[in-house]
């Protein structure tokens, strides 16, 4: 009796050992097969980002108004005729285009890139037409097509490639199966804080520096220029690194401005240029942001960040 009790013990133990090792088969079985779904699924794509193709260059929207101010048909075709100028454009009445900082007269386009809807153009004025009873005068550009473009996208993966990666990355999540699993990265939408995923500014207290496009402007200034500029803005005739006095001659005085200290103010013994900015804020086109000056001397700073939104309410 005792003999036939250790025999059904045995095989009792054996019973449970097998069913152990098949639950163990059945789990990396499925750990394989989670493992290649996932590493079968496509990447995100990353989010589309603007960049420039065409620098800026010639006469600004500020000197072509300078120009048309004049209300003399002659001088206006000698300063612009046959000149390269920049203008930020946008949808006028379907067959012409405003500008924005040029009053008084529409842009035509001899040619238009192919989806062609607005933005920063540099092109050679061909024409002037004056100004009739019923309509503007009518400068035509040569070519009208944006300085700016989406970035390429990288090359996708070939097809041929795909299984022997999704096989990699099966063996290799097999191989981790056993470590813990790692957090997972946050993932966003094209969005940045304070803009939409078009690239326009809607809440300028939120955007964050980085989010525009970095501009090389006038005496070696670098800066940055955020958001797409309102229609007949003033600060389409502004540069980056332009002093104070010369920004407000072109863009007017702001709604609102006040200063701020960088976190550079605390670094020590450092006598740097950037401890201290200053902000204006205009009402319906954006904020001018200025570095350089130091407490109680805002006035000596330079233009380092134009922010522009059209939504802006003008208070900080």
């Not at 019973?15 to 079968?40: E, F, H, I």
């Not at 075709?77 to 040029?102: F, H, P």
């Not at 035509?140 to 022997?164: G, M, T, V, Y």
Request: hydrophobic share 40%; glycine share 12%; aromatic share 6%.
């Amino acid at each position: 009796m005792k003999a036939l009790n250790l025999s059904l013990t045995g095989s009792l133990a054996l019973a449970l050992l097998a069913a152990g090792c098949s639950t163990m088969q059945s789990g990396q079985k499925s750990a394989d097969a989670d493992a290649a779904k996932t590493a079968a699924a496509p990447a995100e794509p990353a989010a589309p980002k603007m960049v420039r193709r065409k620098p800026a260059s010639g006469l600004t929207s500020d000197q072509v108004g300078q120009a048309l101010a004049t209300k003399n048909a002659a001088k206006i075709r000698s300063a612009l005729v046959g000149k390269t100028v920049t203008v930020e454009l946008a949808k006028g009445d379907g067959k012409s285009w405003d500008a924005s900082g040029v009053d008084g007269a529409t842009f035509a386009c001899r040619a238009s890139e192919s989806g062609f809807d607005g933005g920063e153009v540099t092109a050679k004025v061909r024409s002037y037409k004056p100004a009739t009873k019923s309509q503007d005068a009518s400068l035509e550009l040569d070519n009208c097509s944006s300085n700016f473009a989406l970035e390429a996208a990288p090359a996708a993966q070939s097809a041929s490639a795909k299984p022997a990666a999704a096989a990699a990355a099966a063996t290799t999540a097999t191989a981790a199966a056993a470590a813990p699993a790692a957090k997972p990265a946050a993932t966003g939408g094209a969005a940045k804080p304070g803009m939409d995923a078009q690239g326009n500014v809607i809440d300028s207290t939120k955007v964050e520096a980085g989010s525009g496009r970095t501009v090389k402007g006038i005496n070696g200034y670098e800066g940055e220029i955020t958001g797409n500029p309102a229609k007949n803005s003033k600060f389409t005739g502004l540069q980056i690194g332009m002093p104070m006095k010369q920004v407000t001659d072109i863009a007017g005085q702001p709604t609102d401005q006040g200063g701020y200290v960088t976190g550079k103010a605390w670094i020590p013994f450092y006598f740097g240029g950037d401890r201290h900015r200053f902000e204006m804020t205009y009402k319906g086109q954006g904020r001018l942001i200025f570095a350089g000056g130091g407490m109680g001397d805002y006035s000596s700073g330079n233009l380092i960040w134009i922010i522009h939104n059209p939504n802006e309410t003008g208070y900080r």
